[in-house]
């Protein structure tokens, strides 16, 4: 059943996290691969110096996020049937 799986899931995931001694460690190739893209993205070949390279990467990455959150804020706010975001409907 899906729901069964969903909760095995969940205990799984709960299980392996109460066994990671350094969860930081754990996530950061993943952390790393998410910058790298982000790097790749604004300096595909490579010429800008790596500070500048960093910090551009870095807005880039608020910028992504951003985006996220605005769709995000977008679709609830047209679930609940309001235009703006006060909370009233038009």
Known sequence: MTADRSLIARLAAHESWARTADPSARTEPARRATLDRFERQIDPD???SPEER???AGHARK????RLALRSAQARRKASGTTHGSGEED
């Open 46 to 48: 490579g010429v800008l």
């Open 54 to 56: 960093a910090r551009r």
């Open 63 to 66: 910028a992504y996020f951003t």
